[in-house]
């Protein structure tokens, strides 16, 4: 199996960027989708982004869309997810998660087998 491992989350500034990262191991991620997520307390995990085990178009929720990009670097075993133009609505814990040889088109927290423990993201001024 694989252990994801995400780091970046802090506070921002409305307007503000982050880069959050997911860093796997023990198995090859490149045979992994990768999903990201967030959540906050009292609501139900939602979908931010995913992008297929070989690439290919990312999907985000409309939520991030225009604001979000979703990448990842199989040679190193990392996923990133860059957050621009940040609002108070984006505070949350943020996961990533994998899904074995998914497509990328996985927009529910059950499809997905592996998760990290989390990095929390409070947008404030």
């Known amino acids: 199996q694989v252990q994801l491992a995400e780091s970046g989350g802090g506070l921002v500034q409305p307007g503000g960027s982050l880069r959050l990262s997911c860093a796997a191991s023990?198995?090859?991620?490149?045979?992994?989708?990768m999903g990201w997520f967030r959540q906050v307390p009292g609501k139900e995990r939602e979908f931010v982004a995913a992008i297929g085990w070989n690439g290919g178009t990312p999907n985000y929720a409309n939520s991030v869309k225009g604001r979000a990009t979703i990448s990842r670097d199989n040679a190193k075993n990392m996923g990133y997810l860059q957050m621009n133009s940040l609002k108070p609505e984006d505070t949350a814990v943020y996961y990533c998660?994998?899904?074995?040889w998914g497509s990328g088109y996985e927009f529910g927290p059950r499809e997905y087998d592996y998760w990290g423990q989390g990095t929390r993201v409070t947008v404030s001024s």
């Open positions: 998660a994998g899904r074995p």
């Open positions: 023990g198995r090859t991620f490149s045979n992994y989708a």
